[in-house]
């Protein structure tokens, strides 16, 4: 129950941002890299769970819209590194205050006793996560 109340979840925010032409995928790398700071296209991939020819198209789309930037690898030339660039650091601002939005009205609308339960419910869940 509370795997499928949290996939729902997930669901419901991803449903929220604004629409435009990126895919999930696209945006999951972006989100990765803006995580990150920066890596190379083979920890994207990793990070993505990827193959890296998969992540070497993902990341020509989002050149081409010019939300990644490369940089030379500080120790090795063969390697780049990738980093958001400032309008991918816009465009995952953009989702994230959608997403935050969406899920502020949502609690808005609950009780205090619900508030507070959710509040107790996340810290487990964070635990649950944790590593």
């Known amino acids: 129950m509370v795997r499928d109340a949290i996939t729902r979840l997930n ?14 995928t696209q945006i999951s790398a972006l989100q990765s890299l803006d995580a990150a700071g920066a890596l190379t296209p083979r920890e994207l991939a990793e990070v993505e769970r990827v193959q890296p020819p998969t992540m070497t198209r993902i990341i020509a789309k989002l050149e081409a819209r010019d939300l990644v930037q490369r940089t030379p690898h500080p120790t090795d030339g063969r390697q ?7 309008a991918g650091r816009e465009l995952i601002e953009a989702y994230r205050r959608a997403r935050d939005e969406w899920l502020a ?27």
């Open 11 to 24: 669901r419901r925010l991803r449903r929220t941002r604004p629409m435009g032409d990126l895919t999930i």
């Open 80 to 86: 780049v590194i990738l980093a958001p660039s400032a």
């Open 105 to 131: 009205q949502r609690i808005a609308r609950l009780s205090v006793e619900e508030r507070d339960t959710l509040q107790r419910a996340a810290e487990i869940l964070f635990r649950l996560a944790g590593d």
